[in-house]
């Protein structure tokens, strides 16, 4: 297959035929998300075939255009988005903008265990009369479990909301840690100075601002995070793409399931949600429950440490949330429904200077007890496609993927990034739809320079592992680094260099050499450079940050038996059996349990219910080789026991903790996890979002025998005048 890109150089005549089914493409988004027409009537009438390409459609429906407008190869190809003439290398990198950490009792009203009911009136266009104030569904099941062992120790409060211009950005470091950028200036919603504003349907974030947000916790303080829904109650004031209503996942944290964005569980326009994240280590209601282990510790804010419970070898850093709402997951995050948490501990306190025996000392700065930033910095990667008048926009080109064409580092379009001559810890996420990356740094001649990887997902691996080229990343994975630029000159430049080239949406086509990502060859324009880093002076003070040759083991799980073999299998051609058309969806794709046939998401029924306080053995298997699924396990870190079957197979980069397990084309990982603390539903499924929205996501369960968690649950049919509750379904043996 060609790439779904036309080259600059294509005919005028090519560019306008493709424009024009662009914009015909654009429709059915727009369409689908008003809810004027469903997934289900797209494959009703042709549009998506097995393949999961467009196809020719008939007279059923109403884009009429479409049937005209495809006529051969470039209609499923996509025109440039146009760059205005900017230059790549000419903004500086924001830092991401830390959100306050405030006092629960600023809060109004108090959260709650259970969901505040409160009645409001409910917007007209959403079905008039009255609503709970807030989204969570009420009653026992969704309260928030153990709440009053966990009371809030600080919240975050913040609004989903339009686009607007940012006059409040605070990225916690100095200017001249930020490429010298003024906060206070204000700062539009544009991926560049010179590319045009974005129009506040176009992108809906946090705040409704750029850059995207970080918050800082740490192990012992419960963390309230109260998201309130500012989105138009209008469905249709969208842009044509996304839909206002949200659901937030805080991706792998280890809470209740009342607190991790379930699919079913959104909340509307004009709701708030609280998510209660007691940011506990795992095994903390049954190993080290007396807090004696020193490494299993938490920053006191004076230098000191506050032992913690649990397992620290259970110890999590770099976490993101983001929107899981039910089918639009794809277009709610690419909209801008993103951001990062950083998780703070003793081992990892963001202070490179606290010398205690625990602290590992990585880069970060040291002027605060915890949570430097200075060297510690956040890089939210995202391809982005824009139309003719510079307004992101999003297309579904087939069911096997979303790819842009427009490389953003912190929404920034291709931007530079000032540092000293010293180390530097990155946090890398890829927050794309369905684009892999292959990250490797250049010098100033393209020669591949050293990385140093420290951390995969959430988590530091046992040991850091040099390269000349990270592995490939797909959607949601986490990779933090360390690169020492006291290995080069002041004045000299850097570049982190895209290796990976897609044709499509559905996996990698290739990786590229160095030399050929730079070449500018690639028909892909996503590969080759993105991100300058230039150094500007020497250091401010030494550098006495460090990486450790041993970082956090791995949990020892030898003597813990396995409870239950899983398989799962992902691939397309899959049914749908359930009737509900809230909590069933459509698509090609979808995940079979075992020897059974593969089915859609439906998120009323239980595929896999493990028992509480066990350990599982779970199979994921790919079972095509045309496509590639970065598969996320909602919950729990897993270690990956093998790849195609052998422990070989497993790179040393991948021998840590997981949570986002890619399968490889015709691959199969093979991984273990431990079902512990909280109970509740949660999810399993593909993050290349657009596969996820195509049905390729599974609910399970944690079958707490009767205690402490209710069995089955009941499935939450949301509606803005409540939140109603139907009898799950079962997949055989559950
Ligand atoms: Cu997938």
């Given at each position: 297959?060609?790439?779904?890109?036309?080259?600059?150089?294509?005919?005028?005549?090519?560019?306008?035929?493709?424009?024009?089914?662009?914009?015909n493409?654009?429709?059915?988004?727009?369409?689908?998300?008003?809810?004027?027409?469903?997934?289900?009537?797209?494959?009703?009438?042709?549009?998506?075939?097995?393949?999961?390409?467009?196809?020719?459609?008939?007279?059923?429906?109403?884009?009429?255009?479409?049937?005209?407008?495809?006529?051969?190869?470039?209609?499923?190809?996509?025109?440039?988005?146009?760059?205005?003439?900017?230059?790549?290398?000419?903004?500086?990198?924001?830092?991401?903008?830390?959100?306050?950490?405030?006092?629960?009792?600023?809060?109004t009203?108090?959260?709650?265990?259970?969901?505040?009911?409160t009645?409001?009136?409910?917007?007209?266009?959403?079905?008039g009369?009255?609503?709970?104030?807030e989204?969570?569904?009420?009653?026992?099941?969704?309260?928030?479990?153990r709440?009053?062992?966990?009371?809030?120790g600080?919240c975050?409060?913040?609004?989903?909301?339009?686009?607007?211009?940012?006059?409040?950005?605070?990225?916690?470091?100095?200017?001249?840690?930020?490429?010298?950028?003024?906060?206070?200036?204000?700062?539009?919603?544009?991926?560049?100075?010179?590319?045009?504003n974005?129009?506040p349907?176009?992108?809906?974030?946090?705040?409704?601002t750029?850059?995207?947000?970080?918050?800082?916790?740490?192990?012992?303080?419960?963390?309230?995070?109260?998201?309130?829904n500012?989105?138009?109650?209008d469905?249709?004031?969208?842009?044509?793409?996304?839909?206002?209503?949200?659901?937030?996942?805080?991706?792998?944290?280890?809470?209740?399931?009342?607190n991790?964005?379930?699919?079913?569980?959104?909340?509307?326009?004009?709701?708030?949600?609280?998510?209660?994240?007691?940011?506990?280590?795992?095994?903390?209601?049954?190993?080290?429950?007396?807090a004696?282990?020193?490494m299993a510790?938490?920053?006191?804010?004076?230098?000191?440490?506050?032992?913690?419970?649990?397992d620290?070898?259970?110890?999590?850093s770099?976490?993101?949330?983001?929107?899981?709402?039910?089918?639009f997951?794809?277009?709610?995050?690419?909209?801008?429904?993103?951001?990062?948490?950083n998780?703070?501990?003793?081992?990892?306190?963001?202070?490179?200077?606290?010398?205690?025996?625990?602290?590992?000392?990585?880069?970060?700065?040291?002027?605060?007890?915890?949570?430097?930033?200075?060297?510690?910095?956040?890089?939210?990667?995202?391809?982005?496609?824009?139309?003719?008048?510079?307004q992101?926009?999003?297309?579904?080109?087939?069911?096997?993927?979303?790819?842009?064409?427009?490389?953003?580092?912190?929404?920034?379009?291709?931007?530079?990034?000032?540092v000293?001559?010293?180390?530097?810890?990155?946090?890398?996420?890829?927050?794309?739809?369905?684009?892999?990356?292959?990250?490797?740094?250049?010098?100033?001649?393209?020669?591949?320079?050293?990385?140093?990887?420290?951390?995969?997902?959430?988590?530091?691996l046992?040991?850091?592992?040099?390269?000349l080229a990270?592995?490939?990343?797909?959607?949601?994975?986490?990779y933090?680094?360390?690169?020492?630029?006291?290995?080069?000159?002041?004045?000299?430049?850097?570049?982190?260099?895209?290796?990976?080239?897609?044709?499509?949406?559905?996996?990698?086509?290739?990786?590229?050499?160095?030399?050929?990502?730079?070449?500018?060859?690639?028909?892909?324009?996503?590969?080759?450079?993105?991100?300058?880093?230039?150094?500007?002076?020497?250091?401010?003070?030494?550098?006495?940050?460090?990486?450790?040759?041993?970082?956090?083991?791995?949990?020892?799980?030898?003597?813990?038996?396995?409870?239950?073999?899983?398989?799962?299998?992902?691939?397309?051609?899959?049914?749908?059996?359930?009737?509900?058309?809230?909590?069933?969806?459509?698509?090609?794709?979808g995940?079979?349990?075992?020897?059974?046939?593969?089915?859609?998401a439906?998120?009323?029924?239980?595929?896999?219910?493990?028992?509480?306080?066990?350990?599982?053995?779970?199979?994921?298997?790919?079972?095509?080789?045309?496509?590639?699924?970065?598969?996320?396990?909602?919950?729990?870190?897993?270690?990956?026991?093998?790849?195609?079957?052998?422990?070989?197979?497993?790179?040393?980069?991948?021998?840590?903790?997981?949570?986002?397990?890619?399968?490889?084309?015709?691959?199969?990982?093979?991984?273990?996890?431990?079902?512990r603390?909280?109970?509740?539903m949660?999810?399993?499924?593909?993050?290349?979002?657009?596969?996820?929205?195509?049905?390729?996501?599974?609910?399970w369960?944690?079958?707490?025998?009767?205690?402490?968690?209710?069995?089955?649950?009941?499935?939450?049919?949301?509606?803005?005048?409540?939140?109603?509750?139907?009898?799950?379904?079962?997949?055989?043996?559950?």
């Amino acid at each position: 297959m060609s790439n779904i890109y036309l080259p600059w150089n294509a005919s005028k005549a090519r560019q306008r035929d493709a424009e024009r089914a662009r914009q015909n493409r654009t429709e059915i988004v727009r369409e689908l998300s008003w809810g004027r027409v469903s997934r289900r009537d797209l494959i009703k009438w042709g549009l998506f075939t097995s393949a999961g390409m467009l196809a020719p459609i008939g007279g059923l429906n109403p884009f009429v255009g479409i049937a005209s407008a495809r006529s051969d190869d470039d209609e499923t190809r996509t025109p440039r988005s146009p760059l205005f003439g900017v230059k790549p290398f000419t903004q500086p990198m924001p830092r991401v903008d830390v959100l306050p950490r405030n006092a629960v009792s600023s809060l109004t009203p108090y959260p709650q265990a259970y969901a505040n009911e409160t009645l409001m009136p409910v917007d007209r266009l959403l079905g008039g009369g009255y609503g709970p104030i807030e989204g969570r569904p009420p009653g026992s099941v969704w309260a928030h479990q153990r709440w009053d062992e966990f009371p809030p120790g600080a919240c975050v409060e913040t609004t989903q909301s339009p686009g607007t211009t940012n006059y409040r950005y605070d990225p916690q470091v100095a200017s001249s840690l930020n490429s010298g950028i003024d906060p206070a200036q204000g700062m539009p919603v544009r991926f560049h100075p010179s590319l045009p504003n974005q129009n506040p349907s176009s992108v809906w974030t946090f705040n409704g601002t750029i850059p995207p947000k970080l918050v800082q916790a740490r192990y012992g303080e419960p963390l309230l995070f109260r998201h309130h829904n500012g989105l138009p109650a209008d469905v249709r004031q969208n842009g044509g793409f996304g839909r206002h209503t949200i659901s937030t996942h805080e991706h792998n944290g280890h809470h209740g399931a009342e607190n991790d964005g379930f699919t079913g569980a959104y909340f509307f326009p004009n709701q708030f949600y609280d998510y209660h994240w007691p940011i506990v280590l795992a095994g903390r209601f049954s190993m080290n429950t007396g807090a004696t282990d020193r490494m299993a510790s938490t920053p006191d804010g004076g230098g000191g440490l506050i032992n913690v419970p649990g397992d620290w070898h259970e110890t999590m850093s770099s976490h993101w949330f983001h929107d899981h709402m039910f089918g639009f997951t794809s277009q709610n995050v690419y909209k801008g429904n993103v951001a990062m948490l950083n998780i703070y501990s003793g081992l990892d306190r963001g202070n490179e200077e606290i010398d205690d025996g625990v602290n590992l000392r990585l880069p970060s700065g040291s002027a605060k007890d915890w949570g430097n930033l200075d060297y510690d910095v956040n890089l939210l990667l995202a391809d982005k496609a824009m139309d003719r008048d510079g307004q992101q926009y999003f297309d579904i080109f087939n069911s096997e993927g979303f790819l842009g064409d427009v490389m953003t580092t912190n929404f920034a379009y291709n931007p530079y990034f000032e540092v000293e001559r010293r180390k530097y810890r990155f946090r890398i996420l890829n927050t794309s739809a369905s684009r892999f990356f292959k990250v490797a740094l250049a010098n100033a001649s393209g020669a591949a320079q050293p990385i140093i990887q420290i951390a995969n997902d959430g988590n530091l691996l046992p040991a850091p592992v040099t390269l000349l080229a990270l592995d490939e990343q797909g959607t949601a994975e986490r990779y933090d680094i360390v690169i020492d630029f006291s290995n080069y000159l002041v004045n000299e430049k850097l570049h982190l260099v895209n290796l990976c080239e897609h044709e499509d949406g559905a996996m990698p086509a290739k990786d590229l050499s160095m030399a050929r990502a730079l070449s500018g060859s690639s028909p892909d324009p996503c590969v080759g450079r993105f991100l300058e880093f230039r150094i500007v002076r020497e250091p401010a003070k030494p550098d006495v940050s460090r990486v450790p040759g041993v970082m956090i083991p791995n949990p020892d799980l030898s003597q813990i038996p396995v409870a239950r073999v899983r398989t799962f299998v992902f691939g397309d051609g899959a049914d749908q059996k359930g009737r509900n058309p809230i909590t069933a969806l459509f698509g090609p794709w979808g995940i079979s349990t075992g020897d059974s046939e593969k089915l859609n998401a439906d998120y009323g029924r239980i595929s896999a219910a493990p028992r509480f306080g066990t350990r599982e053995v779970w199979r994921l298997i790919n079972d095509g080789g045309n496509w590639d699924h970065p598969i996320h396990i909602h919950f729990e870190e897993g270690q990956i026991l093998a790849r195609n079957g052998s422990a070989a197979n497993v790179p040393k980069w991948e021998r840590g903790r997981k949570d986002v397990y890619r399968l490889r084309p015709d691959g199969s990982v093979t991984i273990t996890m431990q079902f512990r603390d909280w109970g509740g539903m949660f999810m399993e499924h593909c993050h290349n979002t657009v596969h996820e929205d195509s049905a390729m996501l599974l609910r399970w369960e944690i079958n707490g025998g009767g205690e402490p968690f209710l069995r089955p649950l009941p499935t939450p049919i949301p509606t803005p005048q409540g939140v109603t509750f139907e009898d799950p379904t079962f997949e055989k043996r559950t």
